[in-house]
């Protein structure tokens, strides 16, 4: 039995040596030895062998599927006035002119129906879809049957995943967090200096660079020269909650957030006494006024390092971009907008919080094949004059839509968990009355009251 133990001790013994010096010191030093780029590579080849044959296999059958199935919805592009225009002259008797018509029922129908079966929003709450299976069950539950040889490949990518890198990752992201939780207590214990800031910085960056290998994030930064500075604010899309890891390998930042209980809140505490992150109690996030007051004499402070804000307020596919809300905007400074595009071939990185817990979602990124992105740091921008917060926050996330080659909605992603505001509908009736009556849709709308 002791001999079991001795031989178990040395072979943690050894584990723990090759990822401490081949992983964990080259990471805190920000050093690549280069196995994650050859493992990317040696991934790349081989999704692209699967995906032709797949594409062999299932070609006549996706080719009647699409045939079958393409064009469903053809929606049309064009305003409520010019579609139910065309509605009206297309009628037998050549509709026209503003009085209410009972053809027009039918451009609200085709417009409920449309979105019935495929709207903006609940597509931009689920996983994005491939253009070819990359060996993991949740991309496709159905792609391992397809031949033997292909269902070996699979296991084998299963055992890969879950048998050697799982156990890796979940070494790295230990070593990081002990080291996040145990370096800022240290530094914490310093009196306020330049020396502590930096320190706070060095403990910080390496905790993240560390936890990326625990993902084998492969990350490609664009334009560093752009990077947020001290005394600004840092607006991002949303994808994840390791867009953190993923910004914070290239640079420092100030969080903000809810102050959280158990583990979350451990580290937070310890990240607290090093740095001056703003953590809000549950009152304040409901006071507004008071978080404004305090994240306006953080970025006052041109020596605090910039403020991190996701203004979408929710995890969105990777997809799109949605409504900013305008509360980061408000505050004055300068913002530094930065784009993140996931690469869902190797991973989906978007954490679909209304299906899977923050354990199940660590425990899927574990299990992909990897972590691969690319982020653009963007020229900063500043309030214009007479601009308002909604139309600087809409100019904000206009421009982090079209470098990240994301879709550009105005919709909130609130919508994720609540029903459409009353707004809403009340601007689409406005829209209407404004037609009919022919007067402006304000004045319109209270005479159709």
């Keep these: 039995m002791e001999g079991a133990w001795d031989i178990a001790f040395v072979l943690f013994h050894v584990w723990l040596s090759i990822v401490v010096g081949l992983i964990v010191l080259p990471a805190m030093f920000g050093v690549s030895l280069g196995f994650t780029d050859i493992y990317i590579k040696v991934l790349v080849k081989t999704l692209e062998v699967i995906a032709w044959c797949s594409f062999l296999l299932l070609y006549l059958v996706s080719f009647q599927i699409h045939n079958v199935f393409s064009g469903i919805i053809e929606k049309d592009d064009g305003s409520m006035e010019e579609e139910i225009g065309e509605l009206r002259r297309s009628h037998p008797k050549n509709l026209a002119g503003g009085d209410f018509t009972l053809c027009d029922a039918f451009y609200f129908c085709k417009k409920g129906i449309e979105n019935i079966v495929e709207d903006q929003v609940t597509q931009r709450f689920t996983s994005e879809e491939l253009a070819s299976w990359n060996l993991l069950t949740r991309t496709n539950n159905n792609f391992r049957y397809i031949s033997v040889r292909l269902t070996i490949i699979w296991g084998l990518g299963v055992f890969i995943r879950y048998c050697i890198l799982l156990p890796l990752r979940i070494t790295l992201a230990v070593i990081g967090l002990s080291w996040l939780v145990i370096g800022t207590t240290l530094v914490g214990l310093l009196p306020s200096s330049n020396a502590k800031n930096w320190l706070s910085d060095l403990v910080h960056i390496t905790c993240y660079r560390i936890c990326a290998r625990a993902l084998s994030a492969t990350i490609r930064y664009h334009?560093?020269?752009?990077?947020?500075?001290?005394?600004?604010?840092?607006?991002?899309?949303?994808?994840?909650?390791?867009?953190?890891?993923?910004?914070?390998?290239?640079?420092?930042?100030?969080?903000?957030?809810?102050?959280?209980?158990?583990?979350?809140?451990?580290?937070?505490?310890?990240?607290?006494?090093?740095?001056?992150?703003?953590?809000?109690?549950?009152?304040?996030?409901?006071?507004?006024?008071?978080?404004?007051?305090?994240?306006?004499?953080?970025?006052?402070?041109?020596?605090?390092?910039?403020?991190?804000?996701?203004?979408?307020?929710?995890?969105?596919?990777?997809?799109?971009?949605?409504?900013?809300?305008?509360?980061?905007?408000?505050?004055?400074?300068?913002?530094?907008?930065?784009?993140?595009?996931?690469?869902?071939?190797?991973?989906?990185?978007?954490?679909?919080?209304?299906?899977?817990?923050?354990?199940?979602?660590?425990?899927?990124?574990?299990?992909?094949?990897?972590?691969?992105?690319?982020?653009?740091?963007?020229?900063?921008?500043?309030?214009?004059?007479?601009?308002?917060?909604?139309?600087?926050?809409?100019?904000?996330?206009?421009?982090?839509?079209?470098?990240?080659?994301?879709?550009?909605?105005?919709?909130?992603?609130?919508?994720?968990?609540?029903?459409?505001?009353?707004?809403?509908?009340?601007?689409?009736?406005?829209?209407?009355?404004s037609m009919i009556v022919g007067l402006d849709s304000g004045l319109a709308f209270s005479l159709s009251l």
């Design 223 to 433: 334009n560093k020269e752009n990077r947020p500075k001290k005394g600004g604010i840092c607006v991002a899309n949303h994808t994840s909650p390791i867009d953190i890891v993923i910004l914070a390998n290239d640079g420092c930042y100030a969080m903000v957030g809810q102050v959280h209980g158990g583990l979350m809140g451990v580290i937070q505490r310890s990240m607290v006494r090093s740095c001056p992150h703003v953590w809000f109690e549950r009152s304040e996030m409901k006071d507004r006024h008071a978080a404004a007051k305090r994240l306006k004499d953080h970025i006052a402070d041109k020596t605090k390092l910039p403020i991190l804000i996701f203004p979408e307020g929710t995890c969105i596919n990777n997809t799109s971009v949605m409504m900013f809300k305008k509360g980061s905007f408000e505050i004055g400074g300068t913002i530094y907008p930065v784009a993140i595009k996931y690469d869902p071939q190797f991973g989906d990185a978007f954490w679909n919080s209304a299906k899977y817990n923050m354990v199940s979602y660590i425990l899927r990124m574990m299990t992909s094949w990897a972590i691969v992105c690319n982020v653009w740091y963007l020229l900063p921008m500043t309030r214009q004059d007479g601009e308002d917060a909604v139309h600087f926050a809409n100019r904000v996330k206009s421009a982090i839509a079209q470098q990240g080659g994301l879709v550009d909605l105005s919709w909130d992603g609130g919508l994720k968990r609540e029903k459409v505001k009353e707004s809403f509908k009340e601007e689409q009736q406005k829209m209407y009355s």
